[in-house]
Nanobody, 122 residues
Framework: VQLQASGGGLVQAGGSLRVSCAAS????????MGWFRQAPGKEREFVAA????????PYADSAKGRFTISRDNAKNTVYLQMNSLKPEDTAVYYC????????????????WGQGTLVTVSS
């Protein structure tokens, strides 16, 4: 499975942005999808995930109430809608695919995209 993230950019604090991740080379509807992010000098951290079974949709505490993960199986694309953005949301955002159910664990994801940079100015 190949993953291509896009949609990053510069946004002011309090603004919104939607990043996308297009998948190819596999049966998208049978993969759980996730978003992670990595800020400069920090470890890559979990943001949100969406299970292919339609079950669990875990979110990081920092994302709850502000971010929404969604998917369009017809377009082989997963989205992350980010609202009320804060400067601390600045990071490279990575999408990932898992053959299992959605979890917050990096090791459970089998495929990774190249990342898209989101910069939130204060």
């Amino acid at each position: 499975v190949q993953l291509q993230a896009s949609g990053g950019g510069l946004v002011q604090a309090g603004g919104s942005l939607r990043v996308s991740c297009a998948a190819s080379g596999g049966t998208f509807s049978r993969y759980s999808m996730g978003w992670f992010r990595q800020a400069p000098g920090k470890e890559r951290e979990f943001v949100a995930a969406n299970s292919w079974t339609g079950g669990s949709t875990p979110y990081a505490d920092s994302a709850k109430g502000r971010f929404t993960i969604s998917r369009d199986n017809a377009k082989n694309t997963v989205y992350l809608q980010m609202n009320s953005l804060k400067p601390e949301d600045t990071a490279v955002y990575y999408c990932a695919a898992s053959r299992g159910v959605a979890t917050s664990t990096r090791a459970s994801f089998d495929y990774w995209g190249q990342g898209t940079l989101v910069t939130v100015s204060s």
